[in-house]
């Protein structure tokens, strides 16, 4: 029979409230560009995914279940992610790579929309200091740690497929606007971009450089 995890199951006010937190989190990217939607759909569509299976019903696991005909255990599609191995500790992490995206993307928020995207076209200032020193685009970092805790913590099927595509989405709308950057800022951001990363910091490399601004 099933798992004890199934109380779980059928919370649907946990899916709408899981679905609003995190959703809120779209409220910190700007959507003056279409380019911006899709990723953003993407991410919404990724939480809704979760939501539904973490709170609602586990479909991951009654298809797989179906397939192979045997239930699955706890942790496998439906439960705790890493429960089996080492117990709540998965749920620990997840929880603290989502809390540490949220931050990444509120932070670069705050610099980003008062210096940059509250700007008229060509007005923005060059910005390269605090989180934008280390990388450059901490938002969509931010986003991809924040669906990453959320597999750590209850992986599901539709998720395992989603988050490579996540990143994808984010690494290409990353490079198109970085072609932006170039042809705006020029050869300063050029030389921006080869003392950051694009997403994790580069170790041992940071040094002072032309403030460049950045949207993502």
Partial sequence: MFDP??????????VVIWIILFAVML?????????????????????????????????????ITWLVGTTLPD????????QPWIGHWGMYIGT?????????????????????????????????????????????TGFMLITLGMILDWATLPLLIMWPILVVVYYRLARMEERGMVAQFGSAYEVYRSRTGMFLPKLFQRQSSPQVAHKG
């Fill in 5 to 14: 995890a199934f109380d779980h199951f059928n919370q649907w006010s946990y």
């Fill in 27 to 63: 409220l910190f990217v700007p959507f003056y560009k279409k380019s911006q939607r899709k990723p953003s759909s993407a991410y919404l569509a990724f939480i809704i995914a979760l939501a539904l299976e973490m709170f609602g019903v586990p479909l991951s696991m009654y298809v």
């Fill in 96 to 140: 603290g790579l989502m809390v540490i995206g949220v931050v990444l993307v509120i932070v670069g928020w705050r610099v980003i929309h008062k210096r940059f995207w509250s700007k008229e076209e060509g007005e923005g200032e060059l910005v390269s200091d605090g989180i934008y020193g280390y990388i450059r685009h901490p938002q969509y």
């Fill in 75 to 82: 942790g496998i599609l439906y439960g705790h992610t890493l």
